[in-house]
């Protein structure tokens, strides 16, 4: 059994009409797992993350305003979402998904969270429909546990994980890696331990070499006991704000190459889905459920 963390929450927020962010993928993929006959229990259901255990990780003041509607105009811009009770809720509740995620991939191999991917969320700022990064926080509850000391966050969204890398580059327990669209979002980048910057048009053959020598490099590097991976699929030929080239069966082998070299290794992975921008839902979801195959989850 490979569990899956999913929760109606994660899809449920109401947004401005033709807003960007393509809130209802989520519960898409869910009902399309389900169609293919992934069993129920399966599915494992999170919990909001405690608001105190994020304000000793993350600036307190921050996370105070966040929650209480208390951010300046410009912060909840920078954003991109408008303030709601709703978004708190479903905040918490998808970083609290990427945790249990995390706890599942200890017990079981493998998991995914289907949704996740923060990565642009600072300590003491959010950014690019980012407000807590999940990945840095789920990466930390691993490290409690006694038989894991180190691990790799391996993202693959086409947008570098900038927030993740500020908040690793201080921790010599977590590695950073960030495979990404050089002339895309964020403008201003951070330095993971290891950025792989690409042209804009890239296509199959370059992206895939690259993903191969980062996790080489990767493993090389600091041989980590146990990995995040972040799955964004906006590095796709018809994604709106990806600018790569890279087909379905390209993010289908991206996505083979991470989960077999980590499982050739016996080292334990926990996937969040990342960003994927198409206005078509059901060929966004298409193009998110190669996760799953790679997984083994359906075929």
């Known amino acids: 059994m490979t569990p899956l963390v999913f929760h109606p929450i994660y899809s449920q927020l109401e947004l401005p009409f033709r807003h960007r962010f393509p809130i209802e993928k989520y519960i898409g993929i ?17 919990i909001p993350v405690n608001t105190n255990k994020v304000k000793t990780v993350y600036d307190p003041t921050y996370i105070h305003q966040l929650i209480n509607n208390q951010l300046d105009p410009k912060a909840m811009r920078r954003i991109g979402f408008p303030w709601s009770q709703q978004l708190i809720e479903r905040t918490l509740t998808a970083v609290g998904g990427t945790i249990l995620a995390a706890e599942l991939a200890l017990q079981h191999g493998k998991s995914i969270n289907l949704t996740g991917g923060y990565h642009h969320a600072f300590a003491n700022f959010g950014s690019g ?40 580059s201080n921790n010599p327990n977590v590695f950073t890696v960030s495979i990404h669209g050089e002339k895309n979002f964020p403008h201003r980048k951070q330095v993971s331990n290891l950025d792989f910057p690409l042209s804009k048009g890239t296509t199959d053959k370059l992206y895939l070499e690259t993903v191969d020598n980062a996790l080489n490099e990767a493993f090389t590097h600091f041989n980590p006991d146990a990995v995040i991976y972040d799955a964004g699929v906006d590095i796709h030929c018809n994604d709106d704000l990806g600018h790569l080239d ?30 994927g921008y198409q206005r078509d839902i059901e060929a966004l979801v298409n193009v998110h459920l190669q996760l799953f195959i790679a997984a083994g989850v359906i075929t």
């Open 129 to 168: 429909f980012c407000m807590i990064n999940d990945l840095y926080l789920a990466a930390l509850s691993m490290l409690q546990k006694d038989h894991i000391s180190k691990v790799l966050i391996f993202d693959t969204d086409v947008h570098q994980g900038d927030g993740t890398a500020k908040l690793a």
């Open 30 to 46: 869910r009902d399309a797992l389900a169609a293919s006959g992934v069993p129920k229990d399966w599915f494992k259901t999170p």
């Open 246 to 275: 890279i087909s379905t069966e390209g993010v289908l082998a991206r996505d083979k190459l991470v989960f077999d070299y980590c499982e050739l290794r016996g080292i334990p992975i926990a996937a969040v889905i990342g960003g």
